[in-house]
């Protein structure tokens, strides 16, 4: 789901390929899940899809900066974060403290170029330069490296198993690896390949997905979420997307589904994504009693001030989305009078006001625990 800072609500408030080829070892499973949704354009406040909101203050070294956090992943004993516009992933624990980090840009046997993305299995935090995977402990030490056949651009470990996404990329020339998901073990060797390449597109989201020990898989253009296991690929749900727009769309215009999953996250008790196409919005679904939100606007309300930019990941049942108190501080710069009526009439924000104050502040991670129900 794609959420946005709410300064102004805020302010309100206060004041090609061959046809011959064919998936492999993939399940096709009569009893998955087929789920339709009407996509609406409709603004919730954020208290009717978040049930309570926690803060973790990523604790830096001193002269230590994270440009950017383009990626969280949550494990039982660290949380790692990429900031890829420094090429360096950083290991925290569950209370913010750091612990180390991960930088080796450079041309070396033990270093990268830049960083596609990065996985974590058992504490061992592997990194994808393109064609190579580099091995490092959460001290930042290398162990090992590998180089694959192929290139690709997202990365997940699952088992013994590394899921790769190419993103269709047909102009690198690899013809035999004309797959959205490659899976290979951890020495780089191919296991399987999976939904062979329709036609050249490059679209940017985030195709997986972690609950627990389950990883999901969402091609891109899709309707279709999968889950990946013993390194093989099942579809676990298929998602109709219903909109208004559908009949807009334009006669023998070759065109993918109108409607397809973005931003697929999955908890114990919710399932959420955001919706691309010729609509746009984002749904939230309770597991516990089929009730569903569809919305493609969010605003703050007597009890939540604001979400983070986005969900970087899902663990333990809870969203775990990004802040930056730095821009969200250059914002209120610009109406001073802001901020003590925020202290005001949110007394619960104290420690977080406090922390945006500091010029020198790291990101923040926002913990949200949705309702198990979207009943009124």
Known sequence: MKFRLLYVVLITVLCSCNGHRTEENVRFDSNANEMTFNIERNTIKIKDIVDSMEFIPLKLQKGDFIKEIEKVVCKANFIHVLDQKNNSVYSFTHDGEFVDKVACKGNGPKEYSHINDFAVSNDTILILSRD?????????????????????????????????????????????????????????????????????????????????????????????????????????????????????????????????????????????????????????????????VIYNGISADDKFLFQGIGPKTSFNSKLYTVWDPVEFMTALHENPKVLPQMKKHFPHYKDLFTLMEHEDSAPVLIVETLKTSFKN
Request: glycine share 4%; net charge negative.
């Open 132 to 292: 190579k995977i580099n091995f490092y402990n959460v001290n930042g030490e290398f162990l090992k490296s590998v180089r694959l056949r192929f290139t690709a651009v997202k990365m997940e470990c699952v088992g013994q198993c590394i899921a790769l996404y190419r993103e269709c990329n047909t102009a690198l020339g690899d013809e035999e690896y004309f797959y959205d998901l490659i899976l290979c073990d951890m020495n780089g060797k191919v296991i399987s390949k999976h939904i062979p390449f329709s036609e050249e597109y490059m679209v940017t989201g985030k195709p997986f997905c972690w609950n627990n020990d389950r990883l999901y898989f969402c091609s891109q253009l899709s309707d279709t979420v999968y889950s990946i296991k013993n390194a093989s690929l099942c579809p676990e749900r298929v998602i109709h997307l219903h909109g208004k727009n559908e009949d807009k769309k334009v006669p023998n215009q070759k065109t993918h589904k109108s409607n397809f999953v973005c931003d697929f996250y999955d908890t114990d008790q919710v399932m959420c994504f955001s919706v691309e196409g010729e609509d746009i919005g984002n749904v939230c679904y309770s597991k516990k009693d089929s009730s569903s």
